[in-house]
C-alpha cells in the first residue's frame, strides 16, 4: 500500500511542472505536418513557427502562421493552431485568426514569441498557453494594437489593448472570464504586461494594475471604467 503511495505521488509530481515546450526544428515541422496534414486542416499560410510540448494530457503542437514572410515588416494576417496527439493522429484542440487594419494605419501583424508562453501556471498538470501577438503602426509599437489570448480548460479568454501615443486613443478590454482564472496565470499575464511597458512595447492606461484589481473589463487614459 504505501509503494503505491509513494508511486502515485511520484506520478503526481511528475506532472506538476510539465518540461519547458521545444521548438521544433524545419525538418521535424515537414515531418509532423505533411501536406496532408496540411490539407486536412485546412492550414495555408506558411508555417512561420512550431512548438511541441507534453502534459498530462498528452503530446501537444502549437503551429504559428503568418503570409509574407519575405518582408517580416508586411504580414497580413496571421493564424495558430494547438493540435493534442492521440492515437498517433493530430487533433485540433484550437485555433486563432487576425489580420491588420489598414484602416487604423497598420503597417503589419505578427507574434510576439517573447512574450508567449506554454506553461502549467496553475499546477494541474495540464499546459495553459499564452499567445500574444500584436500590429504595428505609423509609430511603429507606440499605436498598435495588442492581444492576449489564454487557452484555459477549452475556452478562450483575451484581453484587448489599444496603444497610442495620444492619451485618449488608449484603452484596454478585458474578457469577464480572465478574472476567473486561476491566480497564478493572472499574475503571469500582469507579468507580461509589466514587461511590455518596460521594454516599450506597450503604453498601457495609467492605473492599469488598480483597474485590473478590482475587475474591470474596459479602462482608459481618461479613467472611464
Known sequence: MLKMLVLLTLALVSFARPPASQTLSGSTVANVFKPSVLKRFNIKLDIYKSYTYRDRL???YVVLC???LEDQNAVTKIKAYGFILKNKQL??????????????EESSISFWTRYMFLEDLDEDGVVEPIITYGTLGPNYYDDGRIKFLIYYKNKKVAIR???????????TQVDGAYYKLAVPIQKKVHAIMM???????????????????HHKKYFDENGKY
Open 195 to 213: 514587461d511590455m511597458t518596460k521594454n516599450s512595447h506597450a503604453i498601457f492606461p495609467y492605473g492599469w494594475q488598480n483597474a485590473m484589481k
Open 58 to 60: 498528452g503530446k501537444h
Open 91 to 104: 487533433s485540433l484542440e484550437w485555433q486563432m485568426r487576425d489580420f491588420y487594419n489598414p484602416k487604423l
Open 161 to 171: 489593448h489599444q496603444n497610442s501615443t495620444l492619451d485618449f486613443m488608449r484603452n
Open 66 to 68: 503568418e503570409d509574407n
